[in-house]
């Protein structure tokens, strides 16, 4: 016993150790990098943007974390952008290269970098790029540029948008598990892949409007940045005419094939370098840290951007969930802080917990009695992402956001054919009528189904009211742009869901606009965990993203896709305003 005690010690003692040891370490780095010399920007350099990491709208306070880069995940798209703007200034910086591969970053989000980009050449300084393979979301980002590059052997995938949907209904007759489903009545194509086999003709042509107009928007400014007619680049789209570098040279895609030796050696020359001199060149991570300390925006008013992205949660919340803790403590902060003369909320979601998104719009109603609240939309502010938009004095998308999606719906597992042929029975024992709620064991019964319906339909009303409300329309005038719908942000502010057409920027300048302020700076919420913390939190087991990454390797991504999606329908609790079906645009 003393033995196995003083192991137990033993073991203690060393992983206590271990523990102080690593803080210890990084405290250590981070003195070091603080002492460190700042960046120095040699004149006559190019900053290159490499985007290989996840790219979220706002990773959360990370230009005060001193390990900011050692444990980050994703890349702030706040931070790209406020990057882009100060190398725009630095008179060191004369271009940008872009050197990218597989660009992860939602349609909206490389809109709002390709225009960031499109303003850093409007004070003469050049941008190139040079990729072994463009991708059709890496080619509008590189149609900006004034000279595009590819590999002798690679190619450039521009064939026009596709979405596909996953549907579940024969595994689920197969498993004998079974997703119920409870809808407002009229909300078609709701939850389609747990009732049919395949796409209504009703959602295909819902799909089909909504890729569209995104791909209008894509190819509009790839016509402007190219100088090909949009009819012209459906007919490359069509023909695959830049499947090869020669393909793509002859029909305007590109302006040149190289190695990326040759390409370097064009930078050289845009630079007037000599050819034995080394190229200049900064990295965006580093100059990301350089560009943070630069305050773009100052004055003693301030303008709070309140980030709220991921899907919609009952709960906290954190960096890729919205919960209406973190967010309402947020705009409640904001909304009491004095100084703050207008909120801007950044939404990018496709909805979740309905309650929730009650719960936050009526946060922002608060707040509105106080000062403006501006809504920017990302790449999705759909179903519950609207919801939480709809109340808002001013509503901007970008034209590539997906919106709307007003509807709801409910998702109830059942396993009782499941559990019919593996052997197991349930029985319950209540003491009222219905005090046996449900049973994921039982067939769902017609009362239980009713009650759980009417739950729905006031849902339903609600969020109708709710949108009625914020827009100045009548429930009537929504209903008719509701039923789940989706648009692109060109069609939501045609049909009067969103204000207008616009970036984050755009949106921060209207709210200072309604609260009568020309000077401000912008501060930011929420704060998330440091690098740092969230490391030391995740020592005492593998993280969420560590598992997911591990499982996706192991069994494939078609499969984890799959897996995903029926695990999320699964643990939906509650009625759901989110759209009802995952879009995969590619």
Request: hydrophobic share 40%; aromatic share 8%.
């Amino acid at each position: 016993m003393i033995f196995l005690r003083n192991l137990l010690a033993a073991i203690l003692g060393c992983l206590v150790a271990f523990g102080i040891i690593f803080v210890m370490f990084f405290i250590f780095v981070s003195l070091l990098s603080a002492s460190e010399d700042p960046l120095v920007i040699k004149d006559n350099s190019v900053l290159e943007l490499q985007l290989q990491r996840p790219i979220s709208d706002y990773v959360g306070g990370a230009g005060e974390d001193p390990f900011a880069g050692f444990f980050e995940q994703s890349q702030g798209l706040d931070e790209i952008l406020n990057a882009i703007a100060v190398a725009k200034d630095d008179e060191d910086i004369k271009g940008i290269s872009i050197n990218n591969n597989f660009l992860l970053a939602g349609l909206a989000q490389t809109q709002a970098i390709r225009d960031a980009l499109e303003d850093f050449k409007s004070d003469g300084k050049f941008i190139y790029t040079y990729a072994d393979f463009y991708l059709q979301k890496d080619y509008y980002l590189a149609s900006v540029a004034d000279s595009i590059f590819i590999n002798p052997v690679g190619g450039i995938d521009f064939r026009g948008l596709s979405s596909e949907v996953l549907f579940y209904k024969d595994l689920q007759e197969k498993t004998g598990i079974k997703m119920e489903v409870i809808r407002h009545g009229k909300y078609k194509s709701a939850v389609e892949p747990f009732l049919a086999n395949e796409m209504s003709e009703a959602n295909r042509t819902q799909i089909k409007e909504l890729i569209s107009s995104l791909w209008n928007s894509m190819v509009g400014e790839i016509s402007d940045g190219r100088n090909i007619s949009e009819a012209n680049l459906n007919i490359i789209a069509d023909t695959l005419g830049g499947r090869t570098p020669e393909m793509a040279v002859s029909n305007g895609l590109i302006d040149g094939i190289a190695f990326f030796d040759q390409y370097e050696q064009k930078l050289k020359n845009a630079l007037n370098v000599e050819d034995d001199k080394k190229l200049n060149v900064v990295s965006l991570e580093d100059y990301i840290s350089k560009s943070n300390s630069k305050i773009k925006k100052s004055g003693d008013n301030r303008v709070a951007i309140i980030f709220a992205q991921g899907e919609i949660i009952y709960g906290e919340g954190g960096p890729d969930m919205i919960g209406q803790g973190i967010i309402n403590e947020a705009i409640a902060k904001a909304s009491n802080d004095d100084k703050i003369k207008a909120i801007v909320l950044r939404v990018d979601s496709p909805g979740g917990s309905a309650l929730t998104s009650d719960i936050i719009w009526r946060e922002i109603e608060l707040a509105k009695k106080k000062k403006p609240v501006v809504v920017s939309m990302g790449n999705v502010a759909a179903s519950g992402g609207y919801y939480i938009a709809a109340g808002a004095n001013k509503i901007f998308a970008e034209p590539t956001t997906v919106t709307g999606s007003i509807g709801v719906f409910g998702t109830i597992p059942n396993i009782t054919e499941f559990a019919k042929d593996i052997g197991v029975n349930a029985e319950q024992v209540g003491t009222n009528e219905n005090s046996i709620e449900y049973s994921l064991f039982e067939p769902m019964s017609d009362t239980f189904r009713t009650v759980v319906q009417q739950g729905i339909e006031d849902t339903y009303d609600t969020f109708l009211q709710r949108v009625a409300q914020g827009r100045n329309m009548t429930v009537a005038e929504v209903n008719e742009l509701a039923q789940g719908r989706v648009w692109s942000g060109v069609d939501a502010q045609r049909n009067g869901l969103v204000d207008e057409l616009g970036n984050l920027d755009d949106a921060i300048q209207e709210a200072a606009k309604l609260a009568d302020i020309e000077e401000y700076g912008i501060r930011k919420f929420p704060k998330y965990k440091s690098g740092l913390e969230q490391i030391l939190e995740d020592m005492s087991g593998a993280s969420t993203q560590t598992k997911e990454r591990f499982i996706e390797e192991e069994i494939g991504v078609e499969a984890y896709t799959i897996l995903k999606q029926v695990k999320s329908a699964m643990e939906q609790k509650g009625v759901q305003a989110r759209m009802p079906f995952v879009l995969d645009i590619k």
